[in-house]
């Protein structure tokens, strides 16, 4: 069959979310090839399995939901909106952005050689302490961040587009990793795909944080190991202060009561 009779699964998220790896995991399960990034041509990080004969075809996305049909016209079959703890998108985020002051940002850019520019940007980002890289993640899922790829809009606007659309199935991250079996069925049953748990099981294991770690590092993919940091539940408590908690659960109280991220 050929890609473009394939149906397609989309798998979204807000940056930092878990969406790469959960991407390969939904390809996993569907026993489809991960193609890439939603209207993005070329590889990846999520791109593997294209060995895989299925009528499915998974992307990763980082869309707001509007924006999903404004990048391809492609006919998305179903949905995935993979949900993180917004105090570990933050501290997540905090650890993997370069943050720059918009008018540093402009003189940057004017720099050349472009082999000049970034190794200057590595330097400037490196010289951002924690808590300012931490303040500008809570500003970016307070407001949105137009200097961050895919990042334009706010983390609940971003969300509750998603918790209303019909086709998107919502699955928390924290719950793929911690109740994996469970949470695949939910997603094998919403893409109408059948398998026992058994293969389940062993599906979960193949791409484990730790089975992938460890395949990137025998593969010498630096890249791609930097890219998987921890993929753990919970970091927040070891980086964020009282205060910055208490103003990202005044943010978002509703969603993350909603989604169990806070009692109700």
């Not at 397609?8 to 998220?13: L, T």
């Not at 939603?38 to 999520?46: A, P």
């Not at 330097?123 to 961040?145: P, T």
């Not at 719950?175 to 099981?201: F, M, P, Y």
Request: charge should be positive; charged fraction near 30%; hydrophobic fraction near 35%.
């Amino acid at each position: 069959m050929s890609e473009n009779n394939k149906k397609i699964v989309v798998v979204c998220g807000y940056p930092k979310s878990g969406t790469t790896w959960s991407t390969r995991l939904v390809a996993q399960l569907l026993s489809c090839p991960s193609v890439g990034f939603w209207g993005f041509e070329g590889d990846t990080f999520v791109t593997e399995g294209q060995d895989r004969d299925s009528p499915l075809i998974c992307y990763q996305s980082h869309h707001a939901h509007h924006e999903l049909t404004e990048v391809s016209d492609l006919p998305v079959h179903r949905l995935i909106y993979v949900v993180r703890d917004p105090r570990d998108v933050v501290v997540s985020g905090a650890f993997h952005f370069s943050f720059f002051n918009p008018l540093m940002l402009k003189f940057l850019k004017l720099i050349r050689p472009f082999s000049l520019q970034n190794n200057l940007k590595k330097l400037v980002a490196r010289s951002n302490s924690k808590r300012y890289n931490i303040r500008r993640m809570i500003a970016m899922l307070r407001k949105g961040d137009p200097l961050i790829d895919h990042s334009n809009w706010a983390w609940d606007t971003h969300l509750d587009a998603y918790l209303k659309a019909e086709n998107a199935l919502v699955v928390r991250y924290e719950d793929l990793l911690l109740d994996g079996v469970n949470t695949a069925r939910r997603i094998l049953e919403h893409c109408e795909v059948s398998k026992t748990d058994d293969v389940i099981r062993k599906d979960l294991e193949a791409q484990s944080f730790r089975k992938r770690h460890q395949d990137f590092k025998q593969q010498n993919d630096k890249i791609k190991v930097r890219h998987m940091r921890k993929g753990v539940v919970g970091d927040w408590q070891n980086h964020l202060t009282n205060e910055e908690e208490a103003e990202i659960r005044s943010l978002f109280e509703s969603q993350m009561k909603t989604l169990r991220y806070l009692d109700a």
